[in-house]
């Protein structure tokens, strides 16, 4: 019957989740949010229809992120978040299990890759496999891990910022800070706060990174109107946001970011340090679309970095191609019977 197991991949996200079926790609990619009711803890909502709730919920509804810095914080919603996402990626009357193949962070600890397989397990695997999220991403970005040869991958999500120097299938040295998505919204907001006297949401806040942020200063600043709520009078109040400010508010978080990166090029091994230097590094992830990133990890390191084509892809794409060549990359992978 194995003619019938289904292989699927997930790349489990603090932000976002995505689900890749080899040979159809990624045919789900939606918020890692569950709303769920207070009173009988019932989930209500999964997904987008969740997100959507984020900071709009009256007291009966909670809607949170069960995912905190890349591991798993609230492990039932996950197990039901997981469960949904399969479910939706492979239709109602699925009989097979499916293999499934989860990615998890450079830094997850064994009990958190435990949780992760169990939880998968438990939403309807058949085997559960995870491997760290830097060589997925590599493997997606198209580079070929199996060489002797040094390849640099940042991956910067929404909870973590994983860094890695892969070679030979394997990770040679290696970094996870819990700096990254996230911590750059909560700057924004926290400085439009100390500013403007200002109180915006996260989603707002997300929307100011996207829309104005950038990691450098520019000549040309993009400018952008919030709207938020007044901390003095209470009442809903516009300001207007120039970019420069915002390089100026996360200014401590692409800090850490670039501190990471600097952390395992100098504990890198100098024939796979050469390496880097002619390939340059990868970035890849959500964050790393932040206008001029790029730029800032070459001011900051010197080595050129380069942004991944599709960067939010580039995970779920790894575990799509991993699932289809598990004997190449076995060495990467830790399975669950």
Known sequence: MSFFAKKIGIDLGTANTLVFLPGKGVVL?????????????????????????????????????????????????????LRYFIDKALGKWNLFKPEVMVSVPAGVTSTERRAVIEAAMKAG???????????????????????????????????????????LGGIVSSTSVKCAGN??????ADYIKKTFNLAIGDKTAEDIKITVGSAVPMEEELTMTIKGRDFLSGLPRTAEIKTNEIVKAIGKELRDMVKAIKDVLQETPPELAADIIDQGIIMTGGSSQLRNLAELVFRRTGVKAVVAKDPMYCVAKGTGIALEHLDVYKKAVIAKR
């Open 29 to 81: 990619f939606e918020p890692s949010v569950v709303a769920v009711s207070e009173q009988d803890n019932r989930i209500l909502a999964v997904g987008i229809e969740a997100k959507k709730m984020l900071g709009k919920t009256p007291d009966s509804i909670i809607a949170y992120r069960p995912m905190k810095d890349g591991v798993i914080a609230d492990y039932r919603v996950t197990e039901a978040m």
């Open 125 to 167: 695997a058949k085997n559960a496999y995870v491997v760290k999220e830097p060589i997925l991403a590599a493997i997606g970005a198209g580079i070929p891990i199996q060489e002797p040869m040094g390849h640099m991958v940042v991956d910067i999500g929404g909870g973590t910022t994983d860094v890695a120097v892969i070679s």
């Open 183 to 188: 911590k750059i919204d909560y700057a924004i």
